[in-house]
């Protein structure tokens, strides 16, 4: 008499189920970490932009001897920034006054960066 026996052959919807929990607990562990992250460097982006920014300012208030300046005159291929990259559709201010505060607002839409020169 031959060997009946069937072959068990692929996996069974257990194992699979088991699979597919673990990769779904690793990705709810994985994303809010990404998106930290995210923010982060986008905070710090817009950091160095706003620190660029007070530079090119300072820089224009000595040369010039005034003590506020229209964003125009600090970003251009001529002048003191080359360009202002947005990182996450934050808007800059459109002038700058020596000594007063940098406020660079709705980054990603919801968040506020200060740059204190």
Do not use: W
């Not at 660029?52 to 003191?80: C, H, P, R």
């Not at 506020?112 to 020169?117: F, K, L, Q």
Request: aromatic share 6%.
């Amino acid at each position: 008499m031959k060997n009946m026996l069937k072959s068990a052959k692929g996996f069974t919807l257990v194992e699979i189920m088991i699979v597919v929990v673990i990769i779904g607990l690793l990705a709810a562990m994985a994303i809010p970490a990404f998106q930290k992250v995210r923010t982060s460097s986008q905070d710090k982006a817009v950091l160095n932009n706003a620190r660029q920014l007070s530079a090119a300012a300072d820089q224009y208030f000595l040369e010039n001897g005034v003590s506020s300046v229209a964003s125009s005159n600090l970003v251009g291929s001529d002048k003191f920034v080359k360009a202002v990259n947005t990182v996450a559709g934050e808007s800059y201010p459109t002038a700058y006054t020596q000594g007063i505060t940098i406020t660079i607002g709705a980054i990603a839409g919801v968040r506020t960066v200060t740059y204190a020169p």
